[in-house]
């Protein structure tokens, strides 16, 4: 069954993250083969070219590379270095924006620690 597609970013970056999921949760180990531009054009029903462009961001990247005539791999060290930059968003992303938060309510930072210790069972 075709996933649905996230109307709020561009095909082509929902394709990088999807293959930067894989390498995280392991779907796609370092040196493993990456599915094709083609397999993600004839999933998505998208044109080739669109495929392509979300494959290039992670060459770009050095998560992925080519060998020319096989196809794109996983780069080694790839999934350490995914690690670090969703790391880095998830701190920009989540936790400044939720301490920025927590000072205009007057929320201390010993509050926010205990609130995110009970796992957000309520008040």
């Given at each position: ?15 990088a ?14 040196e ?31 998560i ?60």
């Open positions: 069954m075709k996933e649905l597609i996230d109307d709020s970013k561009p095909i082509f970056v929902q394709i993250e999807r293959i930067e999921n894989d390498i995280i949760s392991g779907i796609l180990p370092e493993s083969q990456a599915p094709s531009t083609n397999q993600f054009a004839t999933h998505y029903q998208i044109n080739p070219a669109t495929a392509a462009k979300g494959v290039n961001l992670l060459v770009e990247e050095g992925l590379y080519k060998k020319r005539g096989i196809g794109m791999f996983v780069a080694e060290g790839s999934r350490e270095r995914l690690l670090q930059k969703r790391k880095g968003e998830f701190f920009e992303q989540y936790v400044e924006a939720m301490l920025r938060e927590a000072e205009k309510l007057a929320i201390s930072r010993e509050e926010v620690i205990e609130m995110i210790a009970r796992g957000g069972k309520g008040q």
